[in-house]
């Protein structure tokens, strides 16, 4: 318990990636759930007599469900960008170091490190 607090309270490493993965998720789940819904309707204006408008719903709700689902990656990707170029950026300040003759060899990479 003492090192998730400690791991809150200290900035040796940087809290953002998962955050962004649980809201990345989480978004996911209502864009899912609203074609769901989006489905429901169109199948019930079938039952109710509106053909024309019941088929048009019935394709335009998964497709934009989709690139809904797409662009909410994308932006959340934008997001992850910030934190690994920060990760990045301490990476070559570290080499830039050892290059001038400063400090030691930085430690083995972190296996927590998000991978796309």
């Given at each position: 318990m003492q090192t998730i607090i400690r791991r809150f309270f200290g900035f040796d490493r940087l809290i953002g990636p998962v955050l962004v993965r649980i809201v990345y998720y989480f978004g996911a789940a209502v864009i899912i759930?609203?074609?769901?819904?989006?489905?429901?309707?169109?199948?019930?204006?079938?039952?109710?007599?509106?053909?024309?408008?019941g088929l048009?719903?019935?394709?335009?709700t998964p497709a934009v469900a989709a690139v809904g689902l797409v662009y909410w990656r994308f932006l959340c990707e934008l997001f992850m960008l910030a934190f690994l170029a920060?990760?990045?950026?301490?990476e070559v300040r570290d080499l830039m170091r050892i290059a001038a003759?400063?400090?030691?060899?930085?430690?083995?990479?972190?296996?927590?490190?998000?991978a796309f």
């Open positions: 759930c609203v074609g769901l819904f989006g489905l429901f309707l169109a199948l019930m204006s079938l039952l109710t007599g509106n053909i024309g408008g048009m719903q019935l394709i335009a920060f990760e990045r950026l301490g003759g400063v400090a030691p060899a930085p430690s083995a990479p972190d296996p927590d490190h998000p």
